[in-house]
């Protein structure tokens, strides 16, 4: 008898410890697959917002910023996501008009952004210039300037990504109309026997130049921060060119179809916490929204840091985008 009481006790406290596992609720936040993979940031922030939330947060990934305001228009309103993680400045206004956002109520003021951030509907959590990262072993006199890149017959090999599905990709086209206007067509003509190939996503590309297939990759001007703090190693560097490096902000927001709105709004205003934004110089290489209180790693200390910051509205995007990427694929095609 006492050995059954015994067991009743044991298998009920094991039911109400399940029970009360199970009861926790989930937060379900899209992001893209560097951002939660295995050297993103992804694991530190959902140990740390998991630590003060009484949540699970579950990472849903798509391969890019773009493949995610992708499935987003696909999904509608039956969307399961609770929030988002991962949108940029560039697709701002396009992921806006999915009617699928929510404002985010949360203080955007004192921001470490070199531009100023009044959006009700985003938050920016971290940015960075881009950048063509090279290795100084290999390329001794990297181009001073986008032009000389582009115009030199006998210039470096590039890798870049698809402005179609890419984030970077879509920024470099932005970068290209920037610098050259209604010329930058006859740019990627002059540019194209030099680009080894286009690839979906950063990823692959950043990894293409690591095998040696290129001279040069489209990144950021922090990626060489990763090389010096995880490789110990000084050889990669980011070229600086003369007419200015287009911006790039990160961008998270939350769904108005949340289920859990008060823990998508808790989320919102953890972005712009400590606990997020430090996570973010060596978790995502990139400028947090944010400087934490410890400051920069010193690996940022000695980063090409651009005096002109290049940049469309997401509104002159969202009009644009559809013309740019089309002129760029007849460019590229001939």
Same mark, same amino acid.
């Given at each position: 008898?006492?050995?059954?009481?015994?067991?009743?006790?044991?298998?009920?406290?094991?039911?109400? &410890?399940?029970?009360?596992?199970?009861?926790?609720?989930?937060?379900?936040?899209?992001?893209?697959?560097?951002?939660?993979?295995?050297?993103?940031?992804?694991?530190?922030?959902? #140990?740390?917002?998991?630590?003060?939330?009484?949540?699970?947060?579950?990472?849903?990934?798509?391969?890019?910023?773009?493949?995610?305001?992708?499935?987003?228009?696909?999904?509608?309103?039956?969307?399961?996501?609770?929030?988002?993680?991962?949108?940029?400045?560039?697709?701002?206004?396009?992921?806006?008009?999915?009617?699928?956002?929510?404002?985010?109520?949360?203080?955007?003021?004192?921001?470490?952004?070199?531009?100023? /951030?009044?959006?009700?509907?985003?938050?920016?959590?971290?940015?960075?210039?881009?950048?063509?990262?090279?290795?100084? %072993?290999?390329?001794?006199?990297?181009?001073?300037?986008?032009? #000389?890149?582009?115009?030199?017959?006998?210039?470096?090999?590039?890798?870049l990504q698809d402005p179609r599905t890419s984030a970077p990709g879509l920024g470099f086209l932005l970068w290209?109309?920037?610098?050259?206007?209604?010329?930058?067509?006859?740019? /990627?003509?002059?540019?194209?026997?030099?680009?080894?190939?286009?690839?979906?996503?950063?990823?692959?590309?950043?990894?293409?130049?690591?095998?040696?297939?290129?001279?040069?990759?489209?990144?950021?001007?922090?990626?060489?921060?990763?090389?010096?703090?995880?490789?110990?190693?000084?050889?990669?560097?980011?070229?600086?060119?003369?007419?200015?490096?287009?911006?790039?902000?990160?961008?998270?927001?939350?769904?108005?179809t949340t289920k859990q709105p008060e823990l998508a709004r808790k989320f919102m205003e953890f972005v712009l916490?400590?606990?997020?934004?430090?996570?973010?110089?060596? &978790? %995502? /290489?990139?400028?947090?929204?944010?400087?934490? *209180?410890?400051?920069?790693?010193?690996?940022?200390?000695?980063?090409?840091?651009?005096?002109?910051?290049?940049?469309?509205?997401?509104?002159?995007?969202? *009009? %644009?985008?559809?013309?740019?990427?089309?002129?760029?694929? %007849?460019?590229?095609?001939?």
């Open positions: 008898m006492l050995r059954r009481l015994i067991l009743s006790v044991l298998s009920l406290g094991l039911a109400t &410890g399940l029970a009360h596992a199970q009861s926790k609720p989930t937060l379900t936040v899209y992001t893209y697959s560097s951002f939660a993979g295995k050297y993103g940031p992804g694991k530190t922030v959902k #140990e740390r917002f998991e630590a003060v939330c009484g949540c699970e947060l579950a990472w849903v990934t798509s391969e890019d910023a773009g493949s995610m305001v992708g499935r987003l228009r696909l999904e509608g309103d039956s969307t399961k996501a609770d929030a988002v993680v991962g949108l940029d400045m560039n697709l701002a206004a396009e992921a806006k008009a999915l009617g699928l956002f929510a404002q985010h109520g949360a203080d955007v003021k004192d921001l470490s952004l070199p531009i100023q /951030w009044s959006d009700e509907t985003f938050i920016p959590f971290d940015w960075g210039y881009l950048a063509f990262v090279y290795d100084a %072993n290999k390329l001794s006199d990297p181009p001073k300037s986008l032009k #000389e890149l582009v115009e030199n017959p006998n210039g470096p090999k590039v890798v290209m109309r920037q610098v050259y206007g209604d010329k930058a067509d006859e740019a /990627w003509t002059k540019l194209k026997p030099r680009i080894v190939t286009f690839t979906k996503g950063w990823s692959e590309a950043y990894g293409l130049f690591m095998k040696g297939e290129a001279d040069m990759v489209m990144s950021y001007t922090t990626s060489p921060a990763y090389h010096i703090v995880a490789e110990k190693k000084d050889n990669y560097k980011a070229a600086a060119f003369s007419e200015g490096h287009y911006l790039h902000v990160e961008l998270a927001g939350m769904t108005r916490s400590e606990p997020f934004q430090s996570a973010m110089p060596e &978790g %995502n /290489w990139m400028m947090p929204a944010k400087t934490p *209180q410890a400051g920069l790693p010193a690996a940022f200390e000695g980063l090409v840091k651009p005096t002109k910051a290049l940049l469309f509205t997401p509104e002159e995007v969202q *009009q %644009n985008r559809r013309a740019f990427t089309d002129a760029w694929l %007849n460019a590229t095609a001939r």
